[in-house]
């Protein structure tokens, strides 16, 4: 497996890929590829990170790396991963990097670069930068090596933004609202954006500790902000993960809306609107055949990509349309960013409650999903469970069984040891025993 997964390199800290003398190497190769001549203006980086406590290694040896091929470094602190897109682009910076592992546990980090105009790279960019890592780059000479300097408000200009993307003079007083920040990198900003568009604010995950992102918190582990939800007897709750760039909504019983939910709310208010471009929706493979109908049912064509929002981001440009997203809760809106943001994502929910004087409860299930189940199994980092002949059988004849009733989805994750086992199908007891198999064979083969 090569350094960069879907979503850009991760791995558990300072084993592998993820120690500090690889976060120097692709910071040299990162400001050696994004280096270009610009009269009057200095190289320029800035970079973000989440709470984790191994970022602040991470930070500093990315630091050495890009100040070493002549690049200056804005360190940004602890804002979200979308704030990393927008300020890369608004600081005329040659790429933005955020520190973060995302949903991922606390011992677990990563690195993602985002280009001058604020977008993930592509792929090629990312063969690119793992080639020089392997053959090293030309570091700058003595007189040229960079700068580093902290920057104050780069937490400030994001919370400025993200308050500009409801309509203008929408108050959301009245409205009570848990937001879940995950301890991670949301925990200052999306609570401050919420208080000062007039919402009675419930901060929940807002006591980073370098030890307990994502721990029972967040988008992955909604139980929490559910019971919040119902406790303070909020309207709402929102539910971010460790760096903010996917969310999940919660609505005043504490049940859950996926993506898939808020990916059709919106997408249905946009095409009444003549908003939604093609009309269409970018999704990926994961996405439930039921939005699909949905989606149908409106005239909206469907899109399917790979798994990541880096995916659905290509599609999305090269198509001309501006909403896509996942199942996990990247919600991606071109018109407001570059990538996945869960707070503007959430945002645009509260703007809708408003807009409506709907409870949550009507506004977050548009379409009844097909049966879904989805199953990860772990195997040894050394093992390649996939290629295994009694795995392939298996998976083989699940797709039989399910031919013209469903579907089956096998894939490894690109972010963690995984395969992850998902399939759909009406019949729910035929749906159980077609997981349980293929994920039997996946576990004995590991």
Request: glycine share 12%; proline share 4%; net charge negative.
């Amino acid at each position: 497996m090569g350094l960069f997964g879907t979503d850009g390199v991760r791995g558990r800290a300072n084993q592998g890929n993820m120690t500090a003398e690889m976060a120097l190497k692709l910071g040299a190769a990162a400001g050696r590829y994004f280096r270009r001549e610009r009269t009057g203006m200095a190289h320029r980086v800035v970079i973000g990170k989440d709470t984790r406590q191994s970022s602040y290694m991470i930070e500093y040896a990315l630091t050495a790396g890009l100040a070493s091929t002549g690049m200056n470094v804005l360190l940004l602190g602890p804002v979200p991963t979308p704030a990393v897109g927008l300020l890369a682009r608004s600081m005329r910076a040659d790429l933005g990097v955020m520190i973060s592992a995302s949903h991922n546990p606390a011992d677990d980090n990563g690195i993602k670069f985002f280009g001058p105009d604020g977008f993930k790279l592509s792929d090629d960019a990312e063969a690119e930068i793992e080639r020089m890592v392997a053959v090293g780059v030309r570091l700058a000479d003595a007189p040229n090596i960079g700068r580093a300097k902290r920057i104050d408000d780069g937490r400030g200009r994001y919370v400025e933004y993200a308050k500009t993307t409801i309509p203008a003079g929408m108050s959301l007083e009245g409205l009570r609202v848990v937001i879940d920040c995950a301890n991670g990198a949301a925990y200052r900003a999306a609570p401050d954006v919420l208080a000062e568009l007039g919402a009675t604010v419930i901060p929940i995950g807002v006591t980073p500790n370098g030890r307990n992102i994502n721990d029972k918190c967040g988008s992955t582990h909604t139980d929490t902000c559910a019971a919040a939800v119902v406790a303070h007897g909020a309207d709402v709750g929102i539910a971010l993960d460790g760096d903010a760039d996917r969310v999940m909504i919660l609505d005043e019983a504490g049940r859950v809306a996926d993506g898939d939910q808020l990916m059709a709310l919106f997408a249905a208010r946009w095409a009444d609107e003549g908003l939604l471009k093609g009309p269409a929706l970018v999704a990926t493979v994961m996405s439930n055949l039921g939005l699909e109908r949905f989606l149908a049912s409106r005239g909206i064509d469907l899109h399917r990509t790979a798994v990541g929002d880096r995916h659905v981001v290509e599609a999305m440009r090269k198509g001309g349309f501006n909403l896509g997203g996942e199942q996990s809760g990247h919600i991606v809106m071109t018109d407001y960013g570059t990538t996945g943001d869960g707070l503007i994502a959430g945002l645009q929910f509260l703007a809708e409650m408003m807009r409506t004087g709907a409870p949550a409860s009507a506004l977050m299930h548009s379409f009844e999903p097909v049966p879904q189940r989805l199953e990860n199994v772990r195997y040894a980092a050394e093992s390649r469970p996939l290629d295994d002949a009694t795995v392939q059988a298996s998976i083989a004849a699940a797709e039989a069984r399910l031919q013209g009733t469903g579907r089956l989805l096998i894939r490894a994750s690109g972010t963690e040891p995984l395969i992850r086992v998902m399939a759909e199908c009406e019949d729910e007891t035929l749906l159980n025993a077609v997981v349980d198999e293929v994920a039997a064979a996946v576990r004995a083969a590991s």
